[in-house]
């Protein structure tokens, strides 16, 4: 199974910004879609972003649209979550998903691999 490695959570004030990055090993990143979901204690894992393996294609949880963006670079096999206005509501776990396909969506069974998930806190 392939080992997805988030980075770059941490801790942040309100109206902060912070950049996720998940690396995935080996040459196959091409082939994968990527998301970003989240966790909070005490709460169900949540979709947050998804980006398709080629052409770009992207979609957003209602409460990050236009502050949150996905992005991808498969030449370094690597997919970005960029994070603006940052809200205290967003602290979570933030794991990283792929999908051996084209799109993986909103929906967490739809992926095949996940990381091992980077904490970020919002502070009011």
């Known amino acids: 199974q392939e080992q997805l490695v988030e980075s770059g959570g941490g801790l942040v004030q309100a109206g902060g910004s912070l950049r996720l990055s998940c690396v995935a090993p080996?040459?196959?990143?091409?082939?994968?879609?990527m998301g970003w979901f989240r966790q909070s204690p005490g709460k169900e894992r949540e979709f947050v972003a998804a980006?398709?393996?080629?052409?770009?294609?992207?979609n957003y949880a209602d409460s990050v649209k236009g502050r949150f963006t996905i992005s991808r670079d498969n030449a370094k096999g690597t997919v970005y979550l960029h994070m603006n206005s940052l809200k205290p509501e967003d602290t979570a776990v933030y794991y990283c998903a792929a999908r051996q396909s084209y799109w993986g969506g909103s929906y967490s069974t739809n992926y095949d691999y996940w990381g091992q998930g980077t904490q970020v806190t919002v502070s009011s």
């Open positions: 080996g040459r196959t990143f091409s082939t994968l879609a």
């Open positions: 980006i398709s393996r080629s052409d770009g294609t992207t």
